[in-house]
C-alpha cells in the first residue's frame, strides 16, 4: 500500500478523531462488555501511528490488549513515541508498551507486516476485535471478501472508522471542482497493493460481504467539516489531490496547480464524507439497532 507520512497523519488526527460517529462506538464497547469479563483484546490493521488506538481505547474498558500491524516500521516507531506521549505512564516492555491512562492499563505489541496477501496472517482465534482506519477505500473488493471470511473465522467483532465514500463540496466553488474529483476517483481506483481499490464502494462492500457471513451490521457518516481552523489541513488535502487528479492523467498539471493554490487562499472550506461501521457476529448481535449500511 502506498505510504503515508508521520507529519500527515498527525495533521489529520484531530479532523478523524472529531468525525467518528460515537454512537457505533457506543455500541462497539457495549458489546465487547456484554461478551468479555477480562481484556479486550484487538488488531489494529494497517495502524500508521495509531490513531485509532487513541481514538478507541477511552471507550473499551481498564483492560486492553492491541496488537498493531503496519508495513512500515517507520510508522511503527512513531506510533510508540506518540504513545509514550500520549498516555499518563508509557512502560517498555519485551514486546512493545504497556500504556495507563485516565485508569486503564492497555498494552501494545507493534508488528510489521504486509497485509497484500490477506489479513489472516495478522489474526488469531484469541481475537475480539479487528479494526482500522481510513483504510478501505484503498483495498481491493477480494481482500476486503478474504478479510470478511477471516474475521468471521474466528468470531471476532469488526469496526471500521473514515472509509471515504466520494463524496465532497469545496467552498467557495471553483471551475475545476468536476474535473478534480473526477480525476481523483480515477486515480483512487488503481491497485494501492491490495488490487484495484474499491474506492467509494468500499463500505456498501464491507457491508455485504459481512452480511454473508451472519454478522450483524451498521453504519453511520463521518464527514470531515472543515474551516478556517483547519487550514493547514486543508491546504495539504487540496495539494494531495490535485496531485492525484494529475497523476490519473484527466485533468492538465497546470489545472490542478492552479485548483491547489486556490483552495490555500483565506476562506476555504471542505466538507469530505467518510463513513464508519460496525460489524458484530451472531453471538454479539447489535442491541436495538436502528441502522443499516
Same mark, same amino acid.
Given at each position: 500500500? @502506498?505510504?503515508? @507520512?508521520?507529519?500527515?497523519?498527525?495533521?489529520?488526527?484531530?479532523?478523524?478523531? &472529531?468525525?467518528?460517529?460515537?454512537?457505533?462506538?457506543?455500541?462497539?464497547?457495549?458489546?465487547? *462488555?456484554? *461478551?468479555? @469479563?477480562?481484556?479486550?483484546?484487538?488488531?489494529?490493521? %494497517?495502524?500508521?501511528? %495509531?490513531?485509532?488506538?487513541?481514538?478507541?481505547?477511552?471507550?473499551?474498558?481498564?483492560?486492553?490488549?492491541?496488537?498493531?500491524?503496519?508495513?512500515?516500521? &517507520?510508522?511503527? *516507531?512513531?506510533?510508540?513515541?506518540?504513545?509514550?506521549?500520549?498516555? !499518563?505512564?508509557?512502560? #517498555?516492555?519485551? #514486546?512493545?508498551?504497556?500504556?495507563?491512562?485516565?485508569?486503564?492499563?492497555?498494552?501494545?505489541?507493534?508488528?510489521?507486516?504486509?497485509?497484500?496477501?490477506?489479513?489472516?496472517?495478522?489474526? +488469531?482465534?484469541? +481475537?475480539?476485535?479487528?479494526?482500522?482506519?481510513?483504510?478501505?477505500?484503498?483495498?481491493?473488493?477480494?481482500?476486503?471478501?478474504?478479510?470478511?471470511?477471516?474475521?468471521?473465522?474466528?468470531?471476532?467483532?469488526?469496526?471500521?472508522?473514515?472509509?471515504?465514500?466520494?463524496?465532497?463540496?469545496? =467552498?467557495?466553488? /471553483?471551475?475545476?471542482?468536476?474535473?478534480?474529483?473526477?480525476?481523483?476517483?480515477? /486515480?483512487?481506483?488503481?491497485?494501492?497493493?491490495?488490487?484495484?481499490? &474499491?474506492?467509494? $464502494?468500499? =463500505?456498501?462492500?464491507? *457491508?455485504?460481504?459481512?452480511?454473508? /457471513? !451472519?454478522?450483524?451490521?451498521?453504519?453511520?457518516? @463521518?464527514?470531515?467539516?472543515?474551516?478556517?481552523?483547519?487550514?493547514?489541513?486543508?491546504?495539504?488535502?487540496?495539494?494531495? =489531490?490535485?496531485?492525484?487528479?494529475?497523476?490519473? !492523467?484527466?485533468?492538465?498539471?497546470?489545472?490542478?496547480?492552479?485548483?491547489?493554490?486556490?483552495? $490555500?487562499?483565506?476562506?476555504?472550506?471542505?466538507?469530505?464524507? /467518510?463513513?464508519?461501521?460496525?460489524?458484530?457476529?451472531?453471538?454479539?448481535?447489535?442491541?436495538?439497532?436502528?441502522?443499516?449500511?
Amino acid at each position: 500500500m @502506498s505510504g503515508f @507520512s508521520p507529519d500527515w497523519l498527525a495533521l489529520r488526527e484531530p479532523a478523524d478523531h &472529531a468525525a467518528r460517529d460515537a454512537s457505533l462506538v457506543a455500541t462497539l464497547a457495549a458489546a465487547l *462488555a456484554r *461478551a468479555r @469479563s477480562g481484556p479486550v483484546r484487538a488488531v489494529d490493521l %494497517g495502524c500508521g501511528t %495509531g490513531s485509532n488506538l487513541r481514538a478507541l481505547a477511552p471507550h473499551l474498558g481498564p483492560a486492553q490488549d492491541w496488537v498493531l500491524v503496519d508495513h512500515d516500521p &517507520a510508522l511503527l *516507531a512513531a506510533a510508540r513515541a506518540r504513545f509514550a506521549a500520549w498516555a !499518563g505512564t508509557a512502560e #517498555e516492555t519485551e #514486546e512493545g508498551l504497556t500504556l495507563h491512562r485516565d485508569g486503564a492499563r492497555i498494552a501494545v505489541r507493534f508488528r510489521a507486516l504486509d497485509l497484500a496477501a490477506g489479513p489472516a496472517a495478522a489474526l +488469531t482465534d484469541a +481475537t475480539d476485535l479487528v479494526t482500522a482506519a481510513a483504510l478501505f477505500d484503498l483495498a481491493g473488493e477480494d481482500w476486503i471478501a478474504a478479510l470478511a471470511r477471516d474475521v468471521a473465522g474466528i468470531g471476532a467483532a469488526f469496526y471500521t472508522a473514515l472509509t471515504y465514500d466520494g463524496r465532497e463540496t469545496w =467552498t467557495p466553488p /471553483h471551475p475545476a471542482d468536476a474535473a478534480i474529483h473526477a480525476a481523483f476517483l480515477a /486515480h483512487q481506483a488503481g491497485d494501492k497493493g491490495f488490487g484495484p481499490a &474499491a474506492g467509494p $464502494r468500499a =463500505t456498501d462492500i464491507l *457491508a455485504s460481504a459481512f452480511r454473508r /457471513h !451472519g454478522y450483524a451490521v451498521e453504519t453511520a457518516a @463521518s464527514p470531515w467539516r472543515l474551516g478556517p481552523d483547519e487550514a493547514a489541513l486543508l491546504g495539504e488535502l487540496a495539494e494531495g =489531490t490535485a496531485r492525484a487528479a494529475g497523476e490519473a !492523467g484527466r485533468v492538465p498539471a497546470e489545472d490542478a496547480a492552479a485548483w491547489a493554490a486556490a483552495r $490555500r487562499r483565506p476562506g476555504t472550506a471542505a466538507t469530505i464524507g /467518510h463513513r464508519d461501521l460496525l460489524a458484530l457476529p451472531p453471538t454479539l448481535p447489535l442491541p436495538g439497532s436502528k441502522r443499516t449500511a
